[in-house]
């Protein structure tokens, strides 16, 4: 098996380079934001609970993501790997992930690191939030809140795969398609090692 992490703060392109990257590796895609927002559209209990925590910019809590991710996983025991897009997001989660795939006999490749300013970033989810519909992504004090999370309680995760000497940071910045051949570069040239 082949895992990827591809990691960033909110809308620094991970789910916009995610839908390139399954196609051209063939892992099965892995987000836990889609995975949620299914939750919610489907009224389910995990997604009404979930619901109350992303409209104010704040993580769903580990327990709930974690036992989602084991599902999915159980339900996708075919899979050549996966590339996991805005997972984990908390060191609980890493620690949680590590485990799963340990019993899996398999581990992470290559964790990469999308680095977008944060001036460009709020631009982009706002001008998502004009038509995705995404309550998270019309209100400015909302993103910014996303933020402060993410500084808070995402950037530790970048620490810990540091230590296991995964991480490697990608310009975020640029067209789609330079990002993606950046992104590629990197994961081909973890394949051939
Ligand atoms: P996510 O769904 O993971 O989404 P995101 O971080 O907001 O965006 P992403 O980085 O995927 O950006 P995108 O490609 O779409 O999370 C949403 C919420 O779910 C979280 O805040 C949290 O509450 C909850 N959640 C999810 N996972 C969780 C977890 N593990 N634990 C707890 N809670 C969790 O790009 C953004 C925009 O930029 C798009 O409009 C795109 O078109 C544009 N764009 C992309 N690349 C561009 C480029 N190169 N130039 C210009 N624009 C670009």
Known sequence: MFNLILFGPPGSGKGTQSDKLVDKYGL???????????????????GIEAKSF??????????????????????????RGFLFDGFPRTVAQAIAL???????????????????????????????GKTSGRSDDTNEEVIRKRFA?????????????KKAKKFKS??????????FDAICEAIDKKIQQ
């Open 28 to 46: 099965k895609h892995l987000s836990t934001g889609n995975l949620l927002r299914q939750e919610i559209a489907d009224k389910t209990p995990l």
């Open 54 to 79: 992303m409209d104010k910019g704040q993580l769903v809590p580990d327990e709930v993501v974690i036992g989602m991710v084991d599902s999915y996983f159980e339900q996708h025991k075919e899979a």
């Open 98 to 128: 590590d485990k799963l795939l340990e019993l899996k006999k398999t581990n992470i490749a290559a964790v990469l690191a999308l680095e977008v300013g944060e001036e460009e970033l709020v631009k982009r989810l706002l001008n998502r």
């Open 170 to 179: 990608i310009r975020g910045e640029g067209t789609v398609g330079q990002i």
């Open 149 to 161: 999370v993410y500084s808070n309680e995402t950037t530790p995760v970048a620490e810990h795969y």
